[in-house]
């Protein structure tokens, strides 16, 4: 069960460090199983994919492809409810993706000069979505979404059939709903190849994105530069900072929220109040009980849940800088003081009413954040994600013989004479004009 | 010596394909030899470095760090005139990055909810300068100035130290100049391993970029996720579109500057003309001669090196695009109109008088390009490259309310019922209320 730290100062901090070592490697043995896949998948496209989607998924559908019409009879299935908080979400989503989109730019000088950014989608990207219990519709919408919103012309979906050779309709929705163009039944390394290298029925694409299990994961990983990739996505985590003003019960039910997705998980709560560390600890043990997946809660709390009691809320909020957790939740009494004090976060949640599961969901930011301590370095997934930018630069005659002297001389002095060379021709046709 | 391909169509498509697959791989003897650098520098700190920098550079310096006193006494030796072009080089690099910078944004809505994203330059960046002929003054500015201007608080330089002990002086005033912050004497992969776990002298950085032979491109790749990193740049290349009107004396000058570089780098011009093509052909036979890297240019030409005849300027668009090269000039009769079509490349001249040096040196835009076919997906190094984005969302408990049912429906779909707890626990509440 979840780790009660009674102190902060160099005890906590070097608590906060411990946590920060755990990472989840894949080892030898799937990298080099994963490197046969990727390998086999190259050389010999569909078949290869139908072999490993018959060995791994135990049965292959006719078509890898769903068709419109199929997809439109699958999806009959779902509740109307589900599909209607599914659209509200993607309109919060598209709203707050939307700010993010850039404009290509140009800038022009009097003397002719034109330098300019091209900023575009990228043409085609491929979207994996795990199957069985990590398929989640919520995910499509997260990953899709801000693809359509940068230009991608066509974004593919890939996904493993279900034990009944049929993938699953609330994906299926959420991919309707995303604007997601095609749909393959294919699940794996795999898969990731497939879309590397393109077969003879999936199409290559530039980049893939979406999250996948520890095959997926280092397949992209081995892929990375043959194709752009997203994040690798390591265990994840939430840390909450808390006063005096928090409400126990909530900060216990937004630990757990977290804690029920992996063992590996991370669940922190640093508050300066011992009275809310050990009612929230209490609230833990009563609110468990009713949660269906309890078991995973209490692996995850018992191996990477804490709540630690600091010093004073700088000393909560260097430690959160130090772990740069995914999720940041602020329960405190003003929580917008803290905004401009956050260096490393993936998304910060601020105030009591604005637990996680709000942003992982609904509210409109993205839910795909950099986790294992990343955020001091990585952002989260957004339109610039799924946009490439290019330079332009168009000189005048005139523009580029008032710099020839400038660059010759930094050609030169790099030992690049045919750089410099090619200003020097550019000149003598001058002065033969 | 250059190659002349003399029909494009079918023909000219598997050329292009062919040159796509040329590739630089490190294979697993460096990157084994890497790994043992990485892990010895992660355990030993310092006296690993020391070690390797004995090993592979004949002597290590007293001192790893250069103070600013003694960077100030080893610039004396720069040309002034060097020193005066750098700077104007410097000024043109900031006016164009400046106009990438990214601001941090916020919308709110009248129930009260307040969302928005925070951009942030990088705490700390790491720049490589490798040493010997590879140590580029003009790449130093590339890296340093959008990373300030990005708003990195210390920009942290490494280099090896030459066979004297001593840094090349064109190198620490452009490192001046630029405004990096440290400079430390130490190369290889050692002081990638030292920048991405800090060691007690070197500080730990959050992302290193620069250019760096086999083993330092090893260690990034290595790290990757730990720190983040650029691109791994591969071989690079330049390709000409040429109409009729195209100067071949021109057009021989600048395949030549890229050849230059490296006998993997390719250089490739498309025409529509025959006579174009065949005077470029002698031009450069001619010119090749006053070239002091006449060498590598013979041997880069004879590798990757060629003039292909194609049938129409749409025909070389389309070959240019499945190339995807990091440099595309166009040097036909209204160049602008070509900008609309050029899908995937790092930067484009447009134009005879905007050869491609006149970017690499002087013009402003990124020369750090996304090279080998990758500017299908990635970018040129910018301002955007230095800085990291979070979100945040603040919701009223009447926000909330309105959204708890259509949470509660998409976290109980997915299965996660602990993520529905954490909107009930609030519901709750406020019922109680």
Same mark, same amino acid.
């Given at each position: @069960?979840?780790?009660?730290?009674?102190?902060?100062?160099?005890?906590?901090?070097? !608590?906060?460090? &411990?946590?920060?070592?755990?990472?989840?490697?894949?080892?030898?043995k799937?990298?080099? %199983?994963?490197?046969?896949?990727?390998?086999?998948?190259?050389?010999?496209?569909?078949?290869?994919v139908?072999?490993?989607?018959?060995?791994?998924?135990g049965?292959?559908?006719?078509?890898?492809?769903?068709?419109k019409?199929?997809?439109?009879?699958?999806?009959?299935?779902?509740?109307?409810?589900?599909?209607?908080? +599914?659209?509200?979400?993607?309109?919060n989503?598209?709203?707050?993706?939307?700010? &993010?989109?850039?404009?290509?730019?140009?800038?022009?000088?009097?003397?002719?000069?034109?330098?300019?950014?091209?900023?575009?989608?990228?043409?085609?990207?491929?979207?994996?979505v795990?199957?069985?219990?990590?398929?989640?519709?919520?995910?499509?919408?997260?990953?899709?979404?801000?693809a359509?919103?940068?230009?991608?012309?066509?974004?593919?979906?890939?996904?493993?059939?279900?034990k009944d050779?049929?993938?699953?309709?609330?994906?299926?929705?959420?991919?309707?709903?995303?604007?997601?163009?095609?749909?393959?039944?294919?699940?794996?390394?795999?898969?990731?190849?497939?879309?590397? !290298?393109?077969?003879?029925?999936?199409?290559?694409?530039?980049?893939?994105?979406?999250?996948g299990?520890?095959?997926?994961?280092?397949?992209?990983?081995?892929?990375?530069?043959?194709?752009?990739?997203?994040?690798?996505a390591?265990?994840?985590?939430?840390?909450?900072?808390a006063?005096?003003?928090?409400n126990?019960?909530?900060?216990?039910?937004?630990?757990?929220?977290?804690?029920?997705?992996?063992?590996?998980?991370?669940?922190?709560l #640093?508050?300066?109040?011992?009275?809310?560390?050990e009612?929230?600890?209490? %609230?833990?043990?009563?609110?468990?009980?009713? +949660?269906?997946?309890?078991?995973?809660?209490? &692996?995850?709390?018992?191996?990477?849940?804490?709540?630690?009691?600091?010093?004073? @809320?700088?000393?909560?909020?260097?430690?959160?800088?130090? +772990?740069?957790?995914?999720?940041?939740?602020?329960?405190?009494?003003?929580? @917008?003081?803290?905004?401009?004090?956050?260096?490393n976060?993936?998304?910060?949640?601020?105030?009591?009413?604005?637990?996680?599961?709000?942003?992982?969901?609904?509210?409109?930011?993205?839910?795909?954040?950099?986790?294992?301590?990343?955020a001091? !370095?990585?952002?989260?997934?957004?339109?610039?994600? !799924?946009?490439?930018?290019?330079?332009?630069?168009?000189?005048?005659?005139?523009? #580029? @013989?008032?710099?020839?002297?400038?660059?010759?001389?930094?050609?030169?002095?790099?030992?690049?004479?045919?750089?410099?060379?090619?200003?020097?021709?550019?000149?003598?046709?001058?002065?033969?004009?």
């Amino acid at each position: @069960m979840i780790q009660y730290v009674k102190q902060g100062g160099d005890f906590g901090r070097a !608590f906060i460090q &411990q946590l920060k070592e755990r990472s989840a490697n894949s080892g030898k043995k799937v990298d080099d %199983a994963v490197a046969e896949i990727v390998e086999t998948v190259r050389r010999d496209g569909d078949a290869a994919v139908r072999m490993y989607t018959e060995r791994f998924d135990g049965s292959v559908p006719e078509q890898l492809v769903i068709e419109k019409a199929d997809m439109q009879e699958l999806i009959k299935a779902c509740d109307p409810a589900f599909v209607a908080a +599914l659209e509200r979400a993607a309109a919060n989503i598209r709203d707050f993706h939307a700010r &993010q989109k850039q404009q290509s730019w140009l800038q022009t000088e009097a003397n002719g000069v034109i330098m300019g950014q091209r900023v575009r989608g990228l043409a085609r990207v491929g979207l994996y979505v795990p199957g069985g219990t990590a398929a989640y519709p919520s995910s499509v919408l997260m990953n899709a979404i801000p693809a359509k919103i940068a230009g991608v012309k066509e974004l593919v979906m890939v996904t493993p059939p279900g034990k009944d050779g049929k993938p699953n309709p609330d994906i299926l929705v959420a991919a309707l709903v995303a604007g997601v163009d095609r749909v393959f039944l294919v699940g794996g390394a795999q898969a990731v190849a497939a879309l590397a !290298f393109g077969t003879e029925s999936i199409p290559k694409v530039d980049k893939i994105v979406g999250p996948g299990n520890i095959f997926v994961a280092t397949a992209k990983r081995q892929l990375y530069g043959t194709v752009d990739i997203d994040m690798i996505a390591g265990p994840s985590e939430i840390l909450i900072l808390a006063d005096d003003t928090a409400n126990p019960e909530f900060l216990a039910a937004d630990l757990m929220s977290q804690a029920e997705h992996d063992p590996l998980a991370s669940s922190i709560l #640093l508050t300066t109040s011992a009275r809310i560390a050990e009612e929230t600890i209490a %609230a833990v043990y009563r609110q468990i009980e009713g +949660l269906s997946r309890k078991d995973i809660i209490n &692996q995850s709390l018992d191996n990477f849940g804490a709540v630690m009691l600091c010093n004073d @809320m700088e000393e909560a909020v260097e430690f959160a800088n130090a +772990l740069a957790p995914e999720h940041l939740e602020v329960c405190a009494a003003n929580p @917008m003081e803290f905004i401009g004090k956050i260096d490393n976060a993936g998304s910060v949640f601020l105030g009591n009413w604005s637990p996680e599961p709000l942003g992982d969901y609904f509210a409109g930011p993205n839910h795909v954040l950099p986790t294992s301590g990343t955020a001091r !370095f990585f952002s989260p997934l957004s339109v610039d994600s !799924f946009v490439k930018k290019s330079s332009f630069i168009y000189y005048t005659q005139d523009a #580029l @013989m008032q710099a020839k002297e400038d660059i010759i001389k930094l050609a030169e002095t790099e030992g690049l004479t045919a750089h410099a060379n090619s200003i020097r021709v550019r000149d003598k046709q001058e002065a033969a004009n």
